[in-house]
């Protein structure tokens, strides 16, 4: 357990009033046609429909809430004119009604304070708390200046915050799914095709003839319409290629399961390469017209044969050959999906330019069943001043990695830490919509940081671990009560959806936008604020793209035409990449220029102990993170994590299916709470498994509270990315405990 001078409080009663991952996961967005037919039929005609996109995960998905006159919520639909979810909501969707509905939300704001000698929270109003945040941000700004106020966001509330601070005079901003998540995807590929991924993903799985996933977790991430058109895609017998020291639920659908040893993917993608190359099978036309640096990438794989990576992968070189012709016979219709979550081992950008180089060998980039152009409609921001210019930003902060294009959370942690020779000093946080001690590795450095704050404020809809930190928590209502950001999506065709309030807020919760507007008006800063409800910037909005509020409260979801030319490359026409050679960049000079490899290299990895395996970690579909396991309609189908072992590992170890075992790390750090033992042959014996988001250790969160364990607890050991500062975590190793550790004296 980390000491720490700011004392955990627990969240008293204040301010409080099982479905296995396995290949049915991609059943969850199906059903019965006739029930549903007749559940659509019975909601529409009795309840009250607002438009709205979901907030469970990041997708998005545009929807109708139905409700009564009670201000009970009773049902979320999809939209069926949305193109993220074709009017089918995954789980996660339909089960947002649990947000709303969960006792053991956040209901007033709450203010650390001494009560009867002991640190505690108390009841506040919200003008005595948001007078309180003002007069902290105040008063960091004339002794450290603005910038010093540093907010880490995730989701709809960050962007309110992050508006709150530019006007404010600080663009100390960082999101830890830049490091932590996507960041080195959108990095590597940015560097060979001149472009980021984007979200959603512009994969046109609907057309594609090879789909390869290498990491990635397609159907238990509900990733909502790639989860249909893998299906689509999987019923018309496309092939499907799955990379994965497990035998995934998208592995358990495919043709191929390559089950790699962890660590080497490069090494397999660097002989996939070595055999498109020297069997003839890349896309010359392409290759040879928009490529460049074809010649030093032929010679640098020459010598990765299939042979030499099978000893460092343990892949058959029969199954890399097949693979690697699977895709080529496909081609240009087929994606090496670029993954989402990548933070991995501390050369990610790499790997992922990589899998861009390899999408490009073989032609797929702008191209049917490839990746197609994606469009998103430009929508003016509301009428506001110029934000004042900081005299530092995050970019000082992460200027030691030449490709971090947004805040390096873990930069804004060291910064917190005070040094005599930082020149960039943070001294508050506003913490909006993350969950820090369960989603940042390395809890000691972040518990150091939060000591030696000047303050804390934590916006969060419900008593994560983080409010326990907190000098002010403020209570935000779910997105099933507020207004929405506008929503524009890069997609095939650019689209807007909006999120309108369906009931108002229970207890004393209030939507960010509220809050940064009182905040912002108790700053003096009133003229970023020129408006009395967020309807009034969404109805502006809405006019200057040729609609209203109004009707879109009627529709909530509207297409437009692309016009930005077509949704795929015209080869008769000269077409320029975004990078600096107007090329994809097999080679890039700009790499070498500074000092980094300009074609990925594979360098191995540390390897676990005797008696050690390396932990893996991943999603499940009825879960996004950390932040559902509480959700009461969610926590009914899974309820906890397990622990996947080798049928030969459990043997060795002397542990059993369905016994709770403690993990402890190379570090010596054990998990506060048990968890269950699966035993199972769809693991390599070099590794473990589990879902993160679970083991929650707040006793207020009554559905969640020591329910399996947090894989975060034992992420210890971190390697950084170069070139962007990912956090590569899947360098860690655990054993096993049958005996509870934390019962001995």
């Known amino acids: 357990m980390v000491s720490s001078r700011r004392k955990f409080i627990k969240i008293s009663a204040l301010g409080l009033g099982g479905v296995a991952v396995s290949a049915s996961a991609f059943n969850f967005l199906g059903g019965n046609s006739y029930l549903d037919e007749l559940v659509y039929s019975n909601v529409v005609e009795n309840y009250k429909k607002t438009a709205t996109y979901c907030e469970v995960c990041f997708w998005k998905c545009a929807g109708w809430i139905y409700s009564d006159e009670n201000n009970n919520v009773k049902k979320i639909i999809g939209n069926e004119n949305d193109f993220q979810c074709y009017g089918r909501l995954c789980p996660r969707g339909t089960g947002g009604v649990g947000m709303y509905t969960d006792p053991d939300r956040l209901k007033t704001p709450l203010i650390r304070d001494i009560v009867n000698g002991e640190e505690s929270f108390r009841e506040a109003s919200w003008e005595e708390?948001?007078?309180?945040?003002?007069?902290?941000?105040?008063?960091?700004?004339?002794?450290?200046?603005?910038?010093?106020?540093?907010?880490?966001?995730h989701g709809e509330p960050g962007g309110h915050f992050e508006h709150l601070l530019k006007a404010f005079g600080s663009e100390t901003v960082a999101e830890p799914a830049f490091a932590q998540c996507r960041g080195p995807r959108e990095i590597g590929f940015k560097l060979t095709l001149g472009s980021w991924v984007g979200s959603p993903e512009p994969t046109d799985i609907k057309d594609t003839k090879c789909l390869?996933?290498?990491?990635?977790?397609?159907?238990?991430?509900?990733?909502?319409?790639?989860?249909?058109?893998?299906?689509?895609?999987?019923?018309?017998?496309?092939?499907?290629?799955?990379?994965?020291?497990?035998?995934?639920?998208?592995?358990?659908?495919?043709k191929y399961w390559l089950p790699i040893k962890p660590a080497t993917d490069i090494a397999l993608l660097l002989s996939w390469m070595h055999v498109i190359?020297?069997?003839?099978?890349?896309?010359?036309?392409?290759?040879?017209?928009?490529?460049?640096?074809?010649?030093?990438?032929k010679e640098h794989v020459r010598t990765f044969t299939p042979e030499w990576a099978y000893g460092i992968t343990t892949?058959?070189?029969?199954?890399?050959?097949?693979?690697?012709?699977?895709?080529?016979?496909?081609?240009?219709?087929?994606?090496?999906?670029?993954?989402?979550?990548?933070?991995?081992?501390?050369?990610?950008?790499?790997?992922?330019?990589a899998i861009a180089i390899l999408n490009a060998l073989l032609g797929s980039w702008g191209r049917r069943g490839g990746f197609y152009f994606k469009e998103a409609l430009k929508v003016p921001d509301f009428p506001q001043p110029p934000y004042p210019k900081p005299n530092w930003t995050w970019k000082e902060l992460s200027s030691k990695y030449p490709y971090a294009e947004m805040g390096v959370t873990n930069e804004v942690i060291r910064a917190s830490i005070p040094s005599e020779n930082h020149p960039y000093p943070v001294k508050g946080w506003l913490?909006?919509?993350?969950?820090?001690?369960?989603?940042?590795?390395?809890?000691?450095?972040?518990?150091?940081?939060?000591?030696?704050?000047?303050?804390?404020?934590?916006?969060?809809?419900?008593?994560?671990?983080?409010?326990?930190?907190?000098?002010v928590v403020l209570p935000e209502c779910s997105y099933l009560e507020r207004w929405g950001s506008l929503r524009s999506s890069t997609n095939r065709e650019p689209s807007?959806?909006?999120?309108?309030?369906?009931?108002?807020?229970?207890?004393?919760?209030?939507?960010?936008?509220?809050?940064?507007?009182?905040?912002?008006?108790?700053?003096?800063?009133?003229e970023y604020f020129n408006y009395n409800d967020y309807s009034e910037v969404l109805d502006w909005q809405f006019k200057q793209v040729g609609t209203s509020?109004?009707?879109?409260?009627?529709?909530?979801?509207?297409?437009?035409?692309?016009?930005?030319?077509?949704?795929?490359?015209?080869?008769?026409?000269?077409?320029?990449?975004?990078?600096?050679?107007?090329?994809?960049?097999?080679?890039?000079?700009?790499?070498?220029?500074?000092?980094?490899?300009?074609?990925?290299?594979?360098?191995?990895?540390?390897?676990p102990e005797k008696g050690f395996y390396r932990l893996n970690y991943g999603r499940a579909p009825m879960h996004t993170f950390s932040r559902t396991a509480n959700n009461p309609n969610l926590n009914d189908l899974m309820d906890e994590n397990t622990v996947w072992v080798n049928p030969k590992v459990a043997k060795i170890e002397g542990i059993k299916a369905d016994q709770y075992v403690w993990l402890k790390n190379q570090d010596g750090i054990i998990a506060t709470f048990p968890i269950?033992?699966?035993?199972?042959?769809?693991?390599?014996?070099?590794?473990?498994?589990?879902?993160?988001?679970?083991?929650?250790?707040?006793?207020?969160?009554?559905?969640?509270?020591?329910?399996?364990?947090?894989d975060t607890e034992l992420i210890t050991s971190v390697k950084i990315d170069p070139l962007m500062g990912g956090t590569g975590m899947r360098g860690n190793f655990i054993t096993f405990l049958t005996e509870n550790p934390h019962n001995i004296a």
Request: proline content about 6%; glycine content about 6%.
């Open 129 to 153: 708390a948001l007078t309180l945040v003002a007069s902290k941000m105040k008063a960091v700004k004339n002794n450290h200046g603005a910038e010093s106020v540093a907010l880490i966001k």
């Open 212 to 254: 390869v996933l290498i990491g990635s977790h397609i159907g238990e991430n509900m990733h909502n319409n790639q989860v249909q058109e893998m299906s689509d895609a999987i019923d018309r017998k496309a092939t499907i290629i799955t990379v994965d020291p497990r035998l995934s639920t998208a592995a358990s659908k495919s």
């Open 277 to 297: 190359i020297y069997e003839n099978l890349y896309d010359k036309e392409y290759v040879e017209k928009f490529g460049f640096g074809f010649d030093q990438l």
């Open 315 to 353: 892949i058959k070189p029969d199954v890399i050959r097949k693979t690697a012709r699977e895709m080529a016979e496909a081609a240009p219709a087929v994606i090496i999906h670029p993954g989402r979550h990548v933070a991995w081992y501390g050369d990610d950008s790499q790997r992922s330019r």
């Open 431 to 471: 913490v909006a919509g993350c969950n820090l001690p369960v989603a940042i590795p390395n809890k000691k450095l972040l518990m150091e940081a939060i000591d030696n704050l000047e303050f804390l404020v934590v916006i969060d809809t419900m008593p994560m671990e983080v409010t326990g930190f907190a000098d």
């Open 496 to 526: 807007i959806a909006l999120r309108a309030p369906a009931v108002e807020p229970l207890y004393d919760s209030k939507p960010a936008w509220w809050m940064a507007k009182q905040l912002g008006e108790k700053l003096g800063l009133h």
């Open 549 to 607: 509020l109004d009707e879109m409260q009627k529709i909530g979801v509207k297409n437009y035409p692309r016009k930005t030319g077509a949704l795929y490359m015209n080869e008769n026409l000269d077409f320029k990449f975004p990078t600096k050679s107007g090329k994809i960049e097999f080679y890039s000079e700009e790499l070498e220029a500074i000092g980094q490899p300009p074609m990925p290299i594979y360098t191995p990895h540390p390897e």
């Open 676 to 710: 269950k033992v699966r035993v199972t042959e769809r693991i390599r014996t070099d590794s473990v498994y589990m879902v993160h988001g679970f083991g929650h250790d707040n006793q207020k969160l009554t559905n969640a509270h020591g329910k399996g364990i947090s």
